[in-house]
């Protein structure tokens, strides 16, 4: 991190001795909701969560979530729970680990696997060893189908031209997103006799390449020692200039098939324009022959499939 070093030493004090850059996260959007079917057949158990945002949540860098980091935690969003009994890297914090359409997450939980701030959570339910046969639905015919709520309390006719991505099933219904401008969850049946008439299945786009999570671990590596390295230049400069300023940090969001590494605060990216384009060659060396490409640009780094 030699190259940071010196870029922190050239515009550490340009920014103003004592400033602190905020750190509110870049929004970054990422959806991925399909998978290759060969992992598609695999079984998970499964929870639903009402009220998400009391969730005690962190992403798969296990870095606090902001708002936009939520986004895919939403109400009644299907999480697969990849490991019930996790611990965070600290070797001593409890959680869970579950996917939501390729992000991965951990959940705060207590020493007996139960979530952290259960009690405000409100509907919550878990299913055992479901199947995961995503795909998606047109429907074709307004009226015909309806979509209970996750609760089974209420329920609304679907629409001409609603579509929705199917996840597992249950008891002869289908778990589904809706998707579209008002997304929402629910139970649904799609009557095989009506296929064509009453609904079709729009066969999904699926992922050409998956990353591999060697290659993400490495990265990860490679940003907190960015991280780290930024820390202790602020640091010791603060020491000797008696004024602290709160130094640019590096976030990282994935998914199975995209990584975007992030630098903030956005202004920081011209003092450290050198070190993004030593870490985005870097990234280049680990992805040789994996069919993903590096883009920096501004204050961010993409990995993205060819």
């Known amino acids: 991190m030699e190259g940071i070093a010196q870029e922190v030493k050239r515009h550490s004090y340009r920014s103003g001795a004592g400033r602190s850059w905020p750190l509110d996260r870049y929004p970054i959007f990422l959806a991925f909701l399909f998978l290759p079917s060969a992992l598609l057949s695999q079984s998970y158990d499964v929870m639903i969560v009402e009220k998400t945002n009391h969730l005690v949540a962190y992403d798969s860098f296990q870095q606090s979530l902001d708002s936009e980091s939520r986004i895919p935690l939403r109400s009644f969003a299907q999480m697969k729970i990849l490991n019930a009994r996790d611990r965070l890297s600290d070797g001593f914090t409890t959680c869970m680990k579950v996917d939501v359409d390729g992000e991965e997450f951990y959940l705060l939980t207590d020493n007996v696997g139960r979530l952290s701030g259960r009690g405000s959570l409100g509907f919550v339910r878990s299913f055992q060893k479901r199947v995961f046969d995503i795909d998606t639905v047109e429907i074709l015919a307004a009226g015909r189908l309806t979509l209970r709520d996750p609760g089974e309390r209420t329920q609304h006719r679907l629409s001409a031209g609603d579509r929705c991505i199917r996840y597992f099933s249950d008891a002869g219904r289908v778990y589904v997103k809706r998707v579209g401008n008002a997304e929402s969850y629910g139970w649904a049946s799609f009557p095989s006799e009506q296929e064509r008439k009453w609904w079709k299945v729009v066969h999904p786009r699926l992922a050409q ?43 990282v969001r ?39 490409s590096v883009h920096a640009a501004g204050n961010r780094i993409e990995v993205t499939g060819r």
Request: glycine share 4%; proline share 6%; charged share 10%.
């Open 209 to 251: 390449n998956i990353l591999s999570p060697n290659v993400v671990s490495r990265i990860a590596a490679r940003i907190r020692e960015a991280n780290n390295a930024l820390l202790q230049i602020y640091f010791q400069l603060g020491k000797e200039s008696g004024n602290r300023s709160q130094p640019p940090r590096w976030y």
């Open 254 to 292: 994935s998914n199975a098939t995209s990584l975007q590494c992030v630098l903030q605060p956005p202004a920081a990216a011209v003092s450290y324009n050198h070190s993004i384009k030593a870490l985005a060659a870097t990234f280049e060396t680990y992805l040789l022959g994996t069919g993903y």
